[in-house]
């Protein structure tokens, strides 16, 4: 086959296949109808034509494939509106301020005697996050309530990890009230749905564990840890809000990836019996400024982000294997990027491109839970200066 340049139109065509599509477009039946068609259609289309068909497309197509997520959430600003803003409480605290005086300055009363605190989690495998957590809300909850189960919510089996470590945790025995779901296992269900169904089991546990009217309940994941001074306000102030979201300093992989202070799904609840439900979603507008800590994936091993990058609600992130390749978690955690390669989850084009690109490293160990700080050689991976992680 040669190419020669048409001399009426300028169009590069083969002159051999004008020659055999033309013999072809002139027969009206026989065994090479469907080629002539193609023939036919394809005769006069120049050469920037067959470019754009067998080059641009296809690669504009893989793009799509590789990037589409990535495409989809820059574009958000475009398609979904930003939630509707929260009514920020300004948090008051001082060592050293009665809490007369910081019931007062929150225009709230104080209270004659302290709330109960029940503080209830599902678990899964964190271990040294749940550690933190026990430790730095100790003094001022009443009962620890966990449930775990075999199955993670993508309905892949799992090891009851609390049970097998439990004496661990000797120091919280008599308030504790632990239960374990069986899984489903129901191949393809939407996780989230895997979720819902342990938190309803969870209502029953609390039951069990006693809750009655007007304690305070905390709603929040095991990583989402409130300060303990913002514990022991709320029990002793009159007139808190029903429902009152916490605002969380958002941490990613240990606490040298401050991403900002917008996690707020943390809630404390005065229990009403047959009204108050455990969620993890909005359920007020009001929300109470700088009360603690969310340290999201925050491991100490390399196969528990991987294990979780598998299990949790957003399993469908994982978009290819090579994501869970442990190489590639250890670098992604120093550089402070994406493990699932994503864009911000953010409603404005302005924040969208000003969290672009990795989380700056911040040298700060200022103001966190007391029990990492006391444990530091324990729990150092967590600090700044400290993010190559244990590979098993």
């Not at 090891?159 to 239960?179: K, M, Q, W």
């Not at 917008?262 to 229990?271: C, E, N, P, T």
């Not at 949790?312 to 442990?326: C, I, K, W």
Request: aromatic residues 14%; contains cysteine.
């Amino acid at each position: 086959m040669w190419w020669v340049m048409g001399e009426a139109d300028g169009h590069y065509c083969s002159k051999k296949t004008d020659d055999i599509c033309g013999a072809l477009c002139s027969q009206e039946t026989g065994r090479f109808s469907s080629f002539s068609r193609i023939c036919c259609a394809l005769r006069g289309v120049d050469m920037k034509t067959y470019i754009f068909l067998l080059v641009i497309v296809p690669t504009c197509v893989l793009a799509g494939y590789i990037h589409g997520q990535k495409i989809s959430y820059f574009l958000r600003p475009l398609w979904e509106s930003p939630p509707k803003p929260f009514h920020d409480i300004p948090h008051y605290h001082h060592s050293n301020a009665s809490m007369s005086t910081l019931c007062k300055l929150h225009g709230w009363g104080v209270r004659d005697y302290p709330r109960r605190v029940y503080d209830a989690v599902l678990f899964s495998n964190e271990l040294d996050i749940l550690s933190i957590r026990w430790r730095e809300l100790f003094p001022y909850i009443t009962q620890f309530v966990l449930l775990e189960s075999n199955s993670t919510f993508t309905g892949l089996p799992k090891p009851l990890v609390f049970a097998s470590h439990r004496d661990e945790f000797n120091f919280i025995e008599p308030r504790l009230t632990y239960g374990a779901l069986g899984g489903r296992f129901i191949k393809g269900m939407n996780p989230f749905y895997e979720e819902a169904y342990q938190r309803v089991a969870l209502d029953q546990l609390l039951r069990i564990a006693g809750i009655t009217d007007d304690d305070l309940l905390l709603m929040s994941d095991v990583d989402e840890i409130p300060s303990r001074h913002t514990i022991n306000l709320l029990r002793w102030c009159d007139e808190v809000p029903k429902i009152l979201h916490l605002r969380l300093k958002n941490y990613l992989y240990s606490f040298e990836f401050l991403v900002d202070n917008k996690s707020w799904r943390a809630s404390v609840h005065r229990y009403e019996t047959g009204k108050t439900r455990y969620a993890h979603y909005r359920q007020s507008d009001e929300i109470l400024a700088d009360a603690g800590w969310h340290c999201s994936f925050c491991f100490r091993r390399i196969s528990e982000f991987v294990f979780k990058m598998k299990a949790y609600s957003h399993s469908d992130r994982v978009r290819f294997s090579r994501f869970l390749n442990p190489k590639r978690v250890q670098r992604v955690i120093c550089k402070g990027g994406d493990l699932f390669d994503m864009l911000p989850e953010e409603y404005t084009f302005k924040d969208i491109i000003g969290k672009m690109g990795p989380i700056p490293h911040s040298f700060s160990a200022v103001h966190l839970p007391s029990y990492l700080l006391e444990n530091a050689d324990k729990y150092r991976f967590l600090l700044p200066g400290n993010c190559i992680r244990e590979k098993e």
